[in-house]
């Protein structure tokens, strides 16, 4: 199975930046698509942003134009640039990969990180 572990979350002022960063590790693993969900308390996990193998990016109408998400793929690590963050941004970041195994990459599994907290302050 691939771990992932999310690090960066911080506490950080309205309108400051943070980057956000998610290690994956493991074995004869392909990674194919990964992502960022957050989950603030009383709502519901939601997407913040996602990209796939070959760099293609989505975002959540809340976050474009501030969020950017990149990956290095040579390293199994992916980002989310957070800039001009907002009251309404603090949360549990939790990032995923959907990978494959290289002797068997017909079958595609999940793995979730744990979570980092970003809380934003006044």
């Known amino acids: 199975q691939v771990q992932l572990v999310e690090s960066g979350g911080d506490l950080v002022q309205a309108g400051g930046s943070l980057t956000l960063t998610c290690a994956a590790s493991?074995?004869?693993?392909?990674?194919?698509?990964m992502g960022w969900y957050r989950q603030a308390p009383g709502l519901q996990r939601e997407l913040v942003a996602d990209i796939t193998a070959d760099g293609r990016t989505n975002y959540a109408d809340s976050v474009k134009e501030r969020f950017t998400i990149s990956r290095d793929n040579a390293k199994n690590t992916m980002y989310l640039q957070m800039n001009s963050l907002k009251f309404e941004d603090a949360a549990v970041y939790y990032c995923?990969?959907?990978?494959?195994?290289?002797?068997?990459?017909?079958?595609?599994?999940?793995?979730w990180g744990r979570g980092t907290q970003v809380t934003v302050s006044s």
């Open positions: 493991g074995s004869t693993y392909k990674i194919n698509d």
């Open positions: 995923y990969a959907d990978y494959s195994y290289v002797d068997s990459p017909w079958a595609e599994y999940k793995s």
